[in-house]
């Protein structure tokens, strides 16, 4: 057994006008504090079961950057990594340098993912990112001199006054940098960000985003990127082994405050206020995943993946075949499935409406 870790981060340099996410901005002087309680809910995590390698770590966040990386040395004292481990830090382009690049290395980083969002000038300032396109492009020409060999590049499409033309620079621009992973995301705005309190006007419409969606899959296929996921590119060998962890429905471990996990089919969640985290900093809600639940997990996070449902596998797990149990929304949605001997999948027109398809997936 292994173990896949998830750590977050909740600090970040300023708050971006469509981020739901649990994280404060200006509040990073509350960071040697919270690394203190964060080391004890590690410690007593492997006082508590068997301490085992790490498979991958991923820090996230806000912004993990934001912090000094010394934070981060007690911490990470407490794992071993397999051998051939994946340890991803997300990183702003404006929050390091050389030197601050060089000290991930040492810290046995080995992979980056780093927040651009857009290579617009314009679209940058709109969604209150701090970096310029110049100050993205520098980044990763930084990582690449420090060394780093595996960089994902985070870009959003459907922005406000977001066109197609101005998406396609984008991408233009990302891959020329050629990057090993892109990961490009649809605007969402939930409860809790600006965007939601102020609904801009300009928001592209459901088809202009359909749209762009299409192009992004078409023109990253023609450049060597491959689609595993909905929003996931890679070129061979480089897709993210810790989210491919999460869409085969595996366990991993969430440390840190609002972090989730899902451990001893246990999914569990931790505080939301950094006072109440660090007051407690173990999970509080706790929920046993039985064994229906676990079988739609599997059927909705396997979808999201271009490989999809395998139905041998699904059945040997399950006991039951996908094709018979799951008849009435693979008819209605026929359009968007691809079928073969052995596989189910999404096309990509199927990514497109994936919410309301996998939903029906639900108490089936």
Known sequence: MSYYVYIHIPFC???????????????????????????????????????????????????????????????????????????????NPKTVDDVYLKSLKELRVNRLSIGIQSFDDNLLKIINRQHSSADAISCFESARRCGFENISIDLIYGLPAQTIEILNKSLEAAILLNPEHISIYGLKIEEGCEFFKKRPKDLPSDDECADMYLEIVDKLGQNGFEQYEISNFAKPQ?????????WKNREYIGFGLASHGYFLQNRYSHEVSLDNYIKNPFPVNKKFVDFKERQEDEVILNLRTKDGVDLDNFKEQYQVDFLKEYKSVLDKYAE???ISSNKVSLTAEGFLVSNFILSEFLGN
């Open 13 to 91: 340099l300023s708050k971006c006008s469509y981020c739901s996410f649990v994280s404060f901005a200006g509040m990073g002087d509350c960071g040697r504090k919270y690394f203190d309680v964060l080391y004890t809910e590690i410690e007593t995590f492997f006082k508590n079961n068997p301490h085992q390698k790490l498979k991958t770590l991923y820090i996230g966040g806000g912004t993990p950057s934001v912090l000094p990386v010394e934070y981060y040395k007690n911490c990470l004292e407490l794992f071993e990594f397999e051998d051939e481990y994946e340890f991803t830090f997300e990183i």
């Open 238 to 246: 480089k897709f993210s082994r810790h989210n491919m962890n999460y």
């Open 336 to 338: 968007f499935f691809k």
